[in-house]
């Protein structure tokens, strides 16, 4: 897969990561794993996401 300089799903994982990073510091002082799950999960999406953009990119 080429990547052309107007892809921008590889910045979908990260700003998913950043995004539970920052929710899980809402959840760092009851519980550490609610911190670690919260990361998971914004990783989690930041890839949905870029699999989805990579798709869009991909048809046009």
């Known amino acids: 897969m080429a990547h ?9 994982v990260g700003g998913g990561l950043l995004l539970g990073l ?5 959840f760092l ?9 919260s990361m998971l999960a914004g ?4 890839l949905l996401l870029s699999a989805i953009l990579s798709v869009i990119a991909a048809r046009k």
Do not use: K, M, Q, Y
């Open 4 to 12: 052309s300089g107007n892809d921008r799903s590889s910045w979908a």
């Open 22 to 26: 920052g929710i899980g510091f809402f």
């Open 29 to 37: 002082p009851e519980s550490g794993l609610a911190f670690v799950g």
């Open 43 to 46: 990783l989690g999406f930041g």
